[in-house]
């Protein structure tokens, strides 16, 4: 079935470092793709999405590129703050169906001034 | 805004309690979710609903059930609370093919 893999964490940066967070997925069909972050005790936030090849999301100087070719759908950030200390997960709509979720495992990430 | 609201965000239950989670949307979705959050286990479906009284199982239903007898709300429920479903829970529902979570309800069975 379908499934996403997303790097381990944690990852630790100082402020002002460049972030990326990758994931790779596998599907049969053409699924969206989903950044989602979770700050400490809250639940998850939609950081940004993409729902076909080559599309960019972006939001709060973060981006990911839909790239079908390599099946990945990296985060990235030019200079990350404290503030973006958090768990982002990347997901994928499920083909077909309802149109269910399916997460990776999360990336922690903790940056320090 | 879409506003997903879950009712309790931290709850403390007995072994053996009937336990309600509640969760409600204002935008008319048909799809919700429930989901539970464990470390090292990542978000697992327990259940959704794709409309009023429809219910469809997730990967871990053992042990909940679901209720929706309106739109808006959709309440997930532990007939008899074990420690094993000690766990954040999250709701969530969908609008197009974007999915949005609620805050979450941090539940701790004792």
């Known amino acids: 079935g379908d499934s996403v893999t997303q790097m381990e964490g944690p990852v630790t940066l100082s402020e002002e470092a460049f972030l990326t967070i990758n994931c790779t997925y596998t599907a049969t069909g053409y699924p969206s793709l989903f950044w989602y972050v979770q700050y400490p005790g809250e639940g998850l936030q939609l950081l940004l999405k993409?729902?076909?090849?080559?599309d960019k999301g972006s939001n709060k100087g973060f981006e990911a590129t839909y790239r079908k070719e390599t099946t990945s759908f990296h985060l990235e950030k030019g200079s990350v703050q404290v503030s973006d200390s958090a768990v982002y997960f990347c997901a994928l709509t499920e083909s077909g169906g309802y149109n269910k979720l399916i997460f990776g495992a999360g990336t922690r990430l903790a940056v320090h001034p | 805004d879409v506003k997903v609201t879950q009712s309790s965000r931290y709850l403390v239950k007995r072994t053996g309690e009937k336990v309600f989670l509640e969760c409600v949307q204002d935008?008319?979705?048909?799809?919700m979710f429930w989901y539970r959050q464990d470390p090292g286990l990542g978000l697992r479906l327990i259940y959704f609903?794709?409309?009023?009284?429809?219910?469809e199982k997730g990967d871990i239903p053992e042990g909940y059930s679901v209720s929706r007898e309106k739109k808006e709300r959709f309440s997930l429920i532990l007939e008899s609370a074990s420690t094993n479903q000690t766990s954040m829970y999250l709701c969530?529902?969908?609008?197009?093919?974007?999915?949005?979570f609620g805050e979450g309800s941090w539940l701790t069975v004792v």
């Open positions: 993409a729902t076909k090849a080559d």
């Open positions: 935008m008319d979705h048909e799809n």
């Open positions: 969530a529902s969908r609008d197009g093919n974007t999915i949005y």
């Open positions: 609903s794709y409309d009023v009284k429809m219910k």
